[in-house]
């Protein structure tokens, strides 16, 4: 029996996987992998962009924009191809009211890349409240009316402001638009800690209340804008 060479068998196996073609693949770049805001103050809206770049053969498709919630805004318009060396500029906009110290966001792309399909861009910042309660809620939720509750507030602002308390007050019912019948209030002095005035509000509930489906609210008038 005729049995074929085996080096040439080999050489015939090297010459097929020369001429097999290599299929064109897109692949993703997202710059700046992270977007550093630094110190902020609270309330302060920013705008950022991202650029997202095929750096690959094939064409890439970038199906989707996604941010991890509503405080950040991505999005793309409908469903956008890049050929090899194209880009495409994405909107980002990240909101940092009612937050407070590191915060921590994510805004991830979704592409048809095979070998990364979602891409995760950071959003960092460090959110300075100049003005801010701690706690920013009390919650009565297992307090009965056989219970006693008993809770101080604290206002905590920035020392170069000059905190004043003019007036402090309990508003209920159902509008919160009466004083409250439900807790009493005690004010305190406002005194210097570090860098920050600070007053205390010691909040007592009235013997004898059900603090059940309610929603009270403490405000405080000052000399702050």
Known sequence: MYRFPRHLALAGLAALALAAPAW?????????????LGTILEGNEFERYLTVTNVGDGVLVVEDVKASCGCTA???????????????????TFNS?????????????FTNDPDEGSKIVEILANVHQPVRWQPRYLNLDRVG???EYE??????????????????????GRLNDKPSRMFELETGEVR??????????????????????????????????
């Open 24 to 36: 064109a693949a897109p692949k993703v770049q997202v710059e700046p992998a992270a977007i550093e």
């Open 74 to 92: 991505a999005g793309i318009e409908g469903t956008v191809e890049l050929k090899g060396g194209e880009s495409k500029e994405v909107r980002i």
């Open 97 to 109: 009211r009612n937050m407070d110290g590191d915060v921590r966001k994510k805004v991830t792309v």
């Open 145 to 147: 009316h056989r219970d």
């Open 151 to 172: 809770q101080t507030v604290t206002l905590q602002a920035d020392a170069e402001l000059g905190l004043e308390v003019k007036d402090a007050f309990i508003l209920g």
């Open 192 to 225: 210097r800690d570090g860098e920050r005035d600070v007053v205390d509000f010691r909040v007592r509930m009235l013997p004898d209340q059900n603090p059940q489906r309610l929603s009270e609210t403490l405000i405080v008038v000052t000399n702050l804008p």
